[in-house]
Structure formats: structure tokens, C-alpha cells
């Protein structure tokens, strides 16, 4: 089984701009989650959606948006970035329910 | 609110046995998981403790005290490759991974 795909894996980009990071789950997984990853913060909740819907979502500025496809592939989206915004961003799958989530390897945001 | 505090830097050498530490304060507990991250990797699964006791899993070893609010992760006979960051995460309500929060990580180093 594939394991959850994350694109791209790095990326640059200038203060004020828009970027959006794509996120393919585990074949069969419902749930698919998104962290905000800097060091020394360890991984920040940003938000998880469920079968197309907003499951929950963390303590973010409304800059940071997602949504999820029928296929349970996600997207997420940072407007007017910031340089405080430049971090690893990880996103999980997991069935729905149970305990295990499982990461992808990340897309390494710079904002310069 | 909810928190959780583990040691940022642990250093053994190989062969050794060592011992990380993770304490949780959480409006409510479903159970207790730890992760390992290596340098620009993903965060994988190692084990989750929802009852009090030991869970043994080849070299490594969870061990959760719901009254203390305390578990740890053993890891014993280490290696060079044990070498990475290991994050304690717990579930504080049911169903969301928004309701999964992760301490700020231990980072491992093993010396020859």
C-alpha cells in the first residue's frame, strides 16, 4: 500500500504570496489531518477533514485554509504569507477512528 | 488547557538503555502514543498505551500511570539509528485527530 504522498516537498516563496500543498492519503483512509511542524514547537494542529468535511481545526489566523475531494485527497492553502509562516507542514491519514495516524514526508515551506 | 512536557535533548551511547519522559495535563484522556521522527523525515507510529502497564514491542517499550498522568518510552540495546526525535502524543477526547496533541519532542542522540 502507498503510503500518504505529499506535494511538493519544498518550496519557496515571497512574503504576501499564496501557496497551496497537496496531500494523497493512505488508499481507504476517511481522515486526513495537517501540522504545522517548527522547531522547538513540535507539531501544531491545523485541521482535519472527514469524508469532504471540516472535522476540527486548530488555533490558526484564517490565512490558512483546506478541503478535501471526494477521492480524500486534501489541499491546503496559506494566503498572504508571512515569514513566520515558513515551516515543514506534514500531513496525516488515518481510517477515522483509531489511534494510529500516519505522516507523509512533508512540504518544506521558506517564505522570504 | 492541555499540555505535555518531555525532556528536549537525551543523549546515550550505543548499547545502552534510556528512558523518556512525558507528562500530561488534558481535559480528558483516551491514551497516550509515541512517535519517531528523523532529521527531514516523516513522524512514524511506535506505540500507544490507552490502560496502565507496559507495551513491548521488540527493542522499545511504553509504559503509561494514568493516576500520575505519566508515561515513558524505554528503548533498550540502542543503536545508531535510534538517533532521531521521539514525540509523546495524547488523545484528550474521542473520534478528530484535532483531539490529538503532541509534546515538543525528545531529540535522541546515540554515541558510539
Known amino acids: 500500500k502507498a503510503g500518504v504522498t505529499q506535494t511538493p516537498r519544498y518550496l519557496i516563496k515571497t512574503r504576501g504570496q499564496q501557496v497551496t500543498l497537496s496531500c494523497s492519503p493512505i488508499?481507504?483512509?476517511?481522515?486526513v489531518s495537517w501540522y504545522q511542524q517548527t522547531p522547538g514547537q513540535g507539531l501544531q494542529f491545523l485541521f482535519e477533514?472527514?469524508?469532504?468535511?471540516?472535522?476540527n481545526k486548530g488555533n490558526f489566523p484564517g490565512r490558512f485554509s483546506g478541503r478535501q475531494f471526494s477521492n480524500s485527497r486534501s489541499e491546503m492553502n496559506v494566503s498572504t504569507l508571512e515569514l513566520g509562516d515558513s515551516a515543514l507542514y506534514l500531513c496525516?491519514?488515518?481510517?477515522?477512528?483509531?489511534?494510529?495516524?500516519?505522516f507523509g514526508e512533508g512540504s518544506w515551506l521558506t517564505v522570504v | 488547557g492541555q499540555s505535555l512536557e518531555q525532556p528536549s535533548e537525551v543523549t546515550a551511547v550505543e548499547g545502552a538503555i534510556v528512558q523518556i519522559n512525558c507528562t500530561y495535563q488534558?481535559?480528558?484522556?483516551?491514551?497516550l502514543s509515541w512517535y519517531q521522527q528523523h532529521d527531514g523525515g516523516a513522524p512514524t507510529f511506535l506505540s500507544y498505551?490507552?490502560?496502565?502497564g507496559l507495551e513491548e514491542t521488540g527493542r522499545f517499550s511504553s509504559f503509561l500511570s494514568r493516576s500520575d498522568s505519566y508515561g515513558y518510552l524505554l528503548l533498550q540495546e540502542l543503536q545508531m539509528k535510534d538517533s532521531a526525535s521521539y514525540f509523546c502524543?495524547?488523545?484528550?477526547?474521542?473520534?478528530?485527530?484535532?483531539?490529538?496533541?503532541f509534546g515538543k519532542g525528545t531529540k535522541l542522540s546515540v554515541k558510539p
Open positions: 498505551n490507552a490502560l496502565d
Open positions: 502524543a495524547v488523545r484528550f477526547d474521542g473520534g478528530s485527530q484535532g483531539n490529538l496533541i
Open positions: 477533514y472527514f469524508s469532504e468535511t471540516q472535522r
Open positions: 488534558t481535559s480528558g484522556f483516551y491514551g
Open positions: 496525516a491519514s488515518s481510517p477515522g477512528q483509531g489511534n494510529t495516524i500516519y
Open positions: 488508499s481507504g483512509h476517511r481522515s
